[in-house]
């Protein structure tokens, strides 16, 4: 269904501190469709929720931000 609310999880190697998950974090919120993103540190992971998501698009952009996806 067109628009359907969706979740993805992202695993991201190189994230070690607070900083880092929030540049992550900020960084995917500000793309198109990203409701919301939340850093799991422990997990080396990123949750997205959104709309339409495309899962290697995000990842293009965590890599751009110097993490790797």
């Excluded at 190189?14 to 850093?39: Q, Y």
């Amino acid at each position: 269904m067109f628009g359907k609310k969706e979740t993805v999880t992202i695993h991201v190697e190189g994230m070690m501190c607070a900083h880092c998950a929030a540049r992550v974090s900020e960084g995917l919120k500000k793309e198109k469709g990203v409701a919301d993103a939340v850093v799991s540190l422990e997990d080396k992971s990123v949750t997205v929720t959104g709309k339409n998501l495309d899962e290697a698009h995000l990842k293009a952009v965590i890599n751009g931000l110097g993490y790797q996806a």
